[in-house]
């Protein structure tokens, strides 16, 4: 028996099981069938039997099939705004990659940083940094990106993981990288594809979270952990060269071939730097961020930068708009059935009498390491986030703050295993850090930024009044 067959028997064994297990008195008998459909796309994203789109197709199908929800209420997440602004980012990513900025950017830190093996390192993640509020998906940055400038430098120096010489550089770029850009992804809503969906879920609870606040409450424990991170694994994964003083000379002889800026990358730098201004001063004056990314794909299509063909031909933006849809309209309605606040309620009764920041603090422990058995982020939000933070809201916690906290967790969270995150498979195939190696890095490094995001971030939202 294939393994498609065998994820398609699991997936319905598990949506049937829920589906005729009673529901709980007082809970919508709609709202528990909705349950096992949404457990059954959930767990199809992870098995991915056919691929994402194809699964939740399905997903949305077979909502309106069985008279859970009606076709109209079925169709519901293609007109939410916030996934569309996450497919307008995806449209103007491709600019950064098509004209050349993005790898620019790169060889331009290189350059500058890339004398020593350590400010090599702070130099690939002030390039996923300067990158992430306009890239939003995390695979193609770093694994389209920044990955290719650190192997071939690990490469140039004879690092290369077939001949086993990783130790030499190879092992230590992979684990910055890598790690870097989960911090990266956490600092901007923008960042990472699943940290609207995020926002979406906490402003069907009320709490809304604008493009500006999130950067506001993440930028000071990011920039902390951006400082650090390289020299806790400087520490734990001490590479053999220290020192690359090629890496400033491969750096500056691809800039030379790539000439001097196009206007292309005029261009598509011009609207990024107007993009980053609408979506901090835009709310203040009416402007909602989707409107703005929308402003930025217009001026890219009419400058050339792009055309519509590259906007067609941009699969990941349409794959990410079915799924996302799917999962936002499954999600809103389990809310509005009720059982969001019912689960809430059944875990909020085991922590009562605990001081809300204890029981935050242990609501985002748990919600970061229940994370080693997802294989995505996306599929680890919208099954949980809601969950969460209702329960913290519950316990007392305040809510704009919970929300971010749990959107900064999961991000962080796909740290922690080689499957956790798109760029984990990319950077792990990559050779250079052994199985067991990634794990154990995986799990310190995660507790380090815990520790950071805890204490610093702590500080911080009380410094801004978001407690």
């Given at each position: ?32 069938h ?27 199908t ?8 009606s ?18 980012a ?21 350059r ?23 890239i ?39 684990t910055?990288v ?13 960042g990472?594809?699943?940290n ?6 906490a ?5 809304e ?21 390289p020299?806790?694994?400087?520490m ?22 790539m ?8 261009v ?28 930025g ?25 079915t ?29 009562t ?22 294989a ?60 067991p ?31």
């Open positions: 028996m294939n393994k498609k067959i065998i994820s398609w028997l699991v997936i319905l064994a598990v949506a049937v099981g829920i589906w005729l297990t009673p529901a709980p008195a007082s809970v919508d008998p709609k709202a528990w909705l349950l096992a459909i949404f457990v059954a796309t959930v767990l199809g994203l992870i098995l991915e039997p056919i691929p994402m789109g194809a699964v939740a197709i399905c997903g949305i077979a909502t309106a099939v069985t008279g859970t929800l076709i109209k209420e079925a169709m519901t997440g293609f007109s939410n705004t916030t996934i569309w602004l996450i497919v307008m995806f449209f103007i990513s491709r600019a950064f990659i098509k004209s050349g900025l993005g790898a620019r950017i790169g060889y331009i830190f290189m500058l940083m890339g004398k020593r093996t350590l400010t090599l390192s702070y130099g690939l993640l002030m390039t996923d940094f300067i990158l992430a509020p306009a939003p998906s995390n695979t193609a940055r770093t694994g389209g990106i920044v990955f290719p400038l650190a192997n071939s430098v690990a490469d140039a120096y004879g690092s290369r993981a077939e001949d086993g010489t990783s130790g030499k550089l190879g092992s230590f770029l992979m910055t890598f790690h870097g850009t989960t911090i990266t992804g956490a600092m901007f809503l923008t990472m594809a699943a609207p969906l995020a926002a979406k879920l402003a069907d609870m009320g709490i979270i604008s493009w500006g606040q999130w950067a506001l409450a993440a930028i000071v424990p990011g920039i902390v952990g951006l400082l650090l991170m020299l806790f694994a400087y734990l994964n001490k590479p053999a060269i220290t020192a690359t003083p090629q890496a400033p000379q491969i750096a500056a002889k691809a800039l030379a071939e000439g001097k800026m196009k206007m292309s990358e005029w598509t730098l011009g609207t990024f730097i107007a993009l980053i201004g609408l979506w901090i001063a835009g709310p203040s004056f009416g402007l909602n961020g989707t409107t703005a990314a929308m402003i794909l217009i001026l890219l299509v009419n400058a050339n930068v792009l055309s519509w063909d590259d906007v067609l031909k941009e699969k990941g933006a349409w794959n990410t708009l799924w996302f849809s799917a999962l936002v309209m499954m999600a809103t309605f389990l809310n509005k059935l009720g059982l969001i606040k019912w689960f809430g309620s059944s875990i909020a009764a085991n922590l009498g605990l001081d809300w920041p204890v029981a935050l603090l242990a609501l985002a422990l748990l919600y970061y390491y229940i994370h080693y058995a997802f995505s982020s996306t599929a680890h939000v919208a099954a949980l986030y809601s969950v969460f933070l209702a329960v913290a809201v519950q316990m007392g916690a305040p809510g704009l703050m919970s929300a971010i906290i749990f959107g900064v967790i999961s991000n962080l969270m796909g740290g922690v295993t080689h499957y956790g995150t798109g760029p984990a498979p990319i950077l792990f195939g990559a050779g250079h850090v052994s199985l190696k990634w794990w154990s890095l995986g799990f310190i490094m995660g507790l380090l930024q815990l520790v950071i995001w805890a204490v610093v971030g702590g500080i911080w939202w009380k410094v801004i009044g978001l407690y």
